[in-house]
């Protein structure tokens, strides 16, 4: 499969009156046309950060992008995100890369009804007219699984159930044919019922319009049926990266080891509680030099301390942060 986005070395940080927040330390992957890459981790982890970036989305100042390089590539030839001046960016954003939000009500501007936020998007990246853009908004709409679309598209954002907005989001990230769509932690405001809907929505319209997804996510559970392959966030690094069947059966970084122990499972003894890692993350204002995981590692040994692993390949595909090898149970 050919790469549509490459990621080498991003370095974030915010300048607030506190300190130096290092939010992002060196992060690097890719994303190949047409799969589903899911980013989890907790909460702080930087996956937000990473997608923000990279779209231009974060406020500038107290953020500052260090280091790095974005490249998008598809028949337009290509270019690097990181490098974009102002119209090229609006270009890029919503045209080729559409973003769909966790929380769609702040997302989604309270006071212009919904058809027109969908169709002002349209206009804005599709040379089309106002009618035609508000056929297209009408037909996305109902593409999203919206009910009466054509009677809805007056109504406003409040109006509609958490899961319906959820879907708008949905129509306005594709609203443009993007090659990537980013949908940053979609469904967790959502009940299972409609979080599972959403999920197969973007599922179908992946499959149908061909796009690659970037699925963020603090919920491993929910990774196994949607995504391709996986990268693990851990204090604004990527410390694993695997395809996802090779994560589950081989964690080859103690983080995800702890990840995939928390989670509930089919057949597990009733009344025996969920391993959780213990201890907290790093303090991103002191980021450590040695690894960042080592206080809360059980398998930490002298040379954790002594420096901060780098990315070791260990199987196809697959990489790991740490100087420990889960599969021989020795240091490597
Ligand atoms: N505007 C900001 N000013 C200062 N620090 C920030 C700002 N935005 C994010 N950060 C910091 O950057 C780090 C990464 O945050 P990010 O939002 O990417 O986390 P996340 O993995 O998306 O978490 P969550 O699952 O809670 O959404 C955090 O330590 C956060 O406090
Ligand atoms: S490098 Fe050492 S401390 Fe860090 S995760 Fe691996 S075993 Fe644990
Ligand atoms: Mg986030």
């Given at each position: 499969m050919s790469r549509i986005l490459t990621v080498k070395n991003l370095v974030t940080r915010f300048y607030t009156f506190d300190g130096v927040v290092h939010a992002l330390n060196g992060v690097s992957f890719h994303l190949d046309h047409g799969e589903t890459l899911a980013i989890v981790g907790e909460s702080g982890s930087g996956k937000s950060v990473t997608m923000m970036s990279l779209l231009h989305l974060l406020p500038m100042p107290p953020a500052r992008i260090e280091e790095g390089e974005a490249v998008f590539e598809d028949d337009d030839g290509p270019i690097d995100l990181l490098k974009l001046s102002k119209p090229e960016r609006r270009r890029v954003r919503g045209g080729k890369i559409g973003y769909i939000f966790q929380d769609a009500l702040s997302a989604l501007n309270p006071v212009m009804t919904v058809g027109r936020q969908v169709r002002e998007s349209i206009m804005e990246h599709l040379s089309l007219d106002q009618k035609a853009a508000r056929e297209r908004t009408i037909q996305l709409l109902e593409h999203v699984g919206i009910p009466g679309a054509k009677s809805r598209y007056?109504?406003?954002?409040?109006?509609?159930?958490g899961g319906m907005r959820q879907r708008v989001m949905i129509a306005v990230a594709i609203a443009c044919d993007p090659k990537i769509v980013i949908a940053d932690e979609p469904t967790t405001a959502l009940d299972v019922t409609v979080q599972a809907q959403i999920i197969e929505l973007t599922k179908r319209i992946q499959d149908e319009l061909g796009i690659s997804v970037i699925w963020i996510t603090h919920d491993l559970g929910v990774v196994a049926g949607i995504a391709d392959r996986v990268l693990v966030m851990y204090a604004g690094s990527a410390v694993e990266i695997s395809p996802v069947d090779r994560l589950y059966e081989h964690p080859q970084h103690p983080y995800t080891e702890g990840l995939l122990a928390a989670l509930p499972r089919v057949?597990?003894?009733?009344?025996k509680r969920l391993a959780s890692i213990k201890g907290s993350p790093p303090d991103l204002q002191e980021p450590p030099r040695h690894c960042q995981f080592a206080w809360r590692?059980?398998?930490?040994?002298d040379r954790c301390w002594a420096s901060a692993p780098p990315l070791f390949?260990?199987?196809?595909?697959h990489y790991t942060?740490?100087?420990?090898?889960m599969d021989q149970e020795r240091p490597r």
């Open positions: 007056g109504n406003y954002p409040h109006q509609f159930s057949g597990a003894k009733r009344g590692c059980p398998y930490n040994f390949e260990v199987g196809e595909g942060k740490c100087y420990y090898d």
